[in-house]
């Protein structure tokens, strides 16, 4: 098929107007089961496959997608993009468009295939099946309190060619799994909610290795334990942030604002700051799809172009934004391998991969010590995001008062809130305490793409904090 990609490239390109075309063509194969309360409500096998291309014809996209991978499709898919991106080009919206500029970058040739220890297409559906059933059992006889149990476990295996007129060649065989469990728990009128989630590009020994039957009774203990805690103070006050907190804290308020192509359009508060101070001196904030084993890597991106860590703040001074071969030809900067499509019928975007915020020298204990009275706030619910104003809003999984450096009470239904700047630099102590945070799927204009966070605790000095009664 190489041969009859960089024909098919080749006739479109001798266009004089065509500047840059590129290809992928993927086929994916997904297991899903999901169970809930003891109902498998989804067991199901696919295939998915198809290609996707781009043109750019003077300063416009065209972007043209099918779910046809026969070789007589491949040059009709080159056709339909070049004469969407000529109707672009040609369009009132279009004539005083700003020129598209693509950064250099060496062409790539590479054949790539992650081989996993336990593939998931070698583990049955029965097998499959077993596991999330014990995996029930096991949460469910954790309590009589739970009242709802869901668990949705996903695996699949991509094999995907890249290929761009730059010359670019690359071919990519990569596995994952993923599964999370959902567990709410009632006392009278109370309800309280645990959520685990394991996952990874990798093989089944990665569900294995984590115990899956463990991760499902944490899920349990947590909504359990949250049925008796106490609702927060309200007001400014110290805040601890846990690993899983800070790193979806610094994915969600920094890094989505990193994006270059929000900077671009106006989006961002990080617009124009590139080079100054605008975070705690200790705090290292970078973006890395190098990590093997995480739920946010891959080998390459979907330019073609090989992943590499990027600092976004080294230092407290921001030093990159995040960008695909486009917005780095057009904030004259280098591109960092962060275009990411969900699947073949999408077009890359600016996206992150695995957010780690570096270690700093802090022990938690000593962090708590010098907090008379604060919160230990853990995880995250969920919450917004204003990119634009640089405001947030999220909630804690759970969290304790500190009372003279002491965690007391347990708290439920903590919101923090408050500006992204501000907090940046309020941080006033980054722990020695790395580890793997939060396993997810990140959204964008449509598409999710799987993510993960690498963090140690993070104290400051001062959050805005409420709560609301459940």
Not at 35 to 53: A, H
Not at 151 to 159: A, P, R, S
Not at 216 to 223: N, P, T
Request: charged residues 30%; proline residues 3%.
């Amino acid at each position: 098929m190489e041969e009859e990609i960089k024909k098919a490239m080749g006739l479109v390109s001798k266009n004089s107007a065509v500047r840059y075309a590129d290809i992928r063509m993927e086929t994916g194969y997904a297991t899903v089961i999901e169970l809930r309360d003891d109902v498998f409500r989804e067991m199901s096998y696919g295939i998915d496959q198809g290609i996707g291309v781009r043109v750019l014809y003077k300063n416009s996209w065209g972007f043209s997608a099918s779910n046809d991978v026969l070789k007589s499709r491949l040059n009709d898919t080159f056709e339909d993009a070049l004469n969407i991106g000529k109707a672009l080009s040609q369009s009132e919206s279009n004539k005083d468009a700003k020129s598209v500029k693509i950064a250099d970058a060496p062409p790539k040739s590479d054949r790539f295939m992650l081989k996993p220890k336990i593939n998931p297409a070698d583990v049955s559906i029965e097998e499959k099946k077993h596991m999330v059933k014990e995996v029930y059992k096991a949460a469910k006889k954790h309590s009589s309190r739970i009242k709802t149990l869901s668990i949705l476990y996903l695996d699949g295996y991509e094999k995907q060619a890249y290929a761009n007129s730059d010359g670019s060649y690359v071919v990519m065989e990569t596995p994952a799994v993923f599964m999370r469990v959902r567990a709410v728990a009632k006392k009278g009128s109370v309800l309280q909610e645990g959520v685990e989630s394991v996952g990874a590009v990798g093989g089944f020994e990665v569900i294995e290795e984590e115990n899956p039957e463990v991760v499902g009774v944490k899920a349990a203990d947590k909504a359990v334990r949250l049925l008796d805690a106490k609702l927060p103070p309200a007001g400014e006050i110290p805040v601890i942030m846990d690993q899983r907190l800070t790193g979806v804290f610094m994915h969600e308020a920094l890094g989505h604002a990193a994006e270059a192509d929000h900077v671009l359009y106006g989006e961002s508060i990080l617009r124009g700051k590139l080079g100054e101070e605008i975070a705690y001196g200790g705090l290292t904030v970078a973006d890395d799809p190098t990590i093997e084993n995480s739920h946010g890597y891959y080998r390459y991106d979907d330019e073609g172009a090989r992943s590499r860590r990027t600092e976004i703040i080294k230092n407290g001074v921001l030093v990159s934004y995040l960008h695909t071969r486009e917005t780095a030809g057009r904030l004259d900067a280098m591109p960092t391998a962060n275009a990411r499509a969900a699947d073949y019928s999408e077009v890359p975007l600016v996206r992150m991969s695995n957010t780690v915020i570096e270690e700093g020298d802090w022990d938690f204990e000593d962090m708590r010590a010098d907090i008379r009275f604060g919160i230990y706030a853990k995880g995250m619910r969920g919450g917004q995001v204003d990119t634009v104003r640089g405001e947030f809003q999220f909630s804690a999984e759970e969290a304790f008062l500190i009372e003279k450096g002491v965690p007391s009470k347990r708290l439920k239904n903590v919101s923090l809130s408050g500006r992204t700047l501000d907090v940046l630099k309020d941080i006033d102590a980054v722990g020695n305490d790395k580890k793997r945070g939060s396993i997810g799927f990140c959204g964008k204009d449509g598409q999710e793409v799987p993510v993960s966070e690498y963090a140690p605790h993070v104290r400051v000095k001062k959050i805005l904090v409420g709560g609301a009664s459940s």
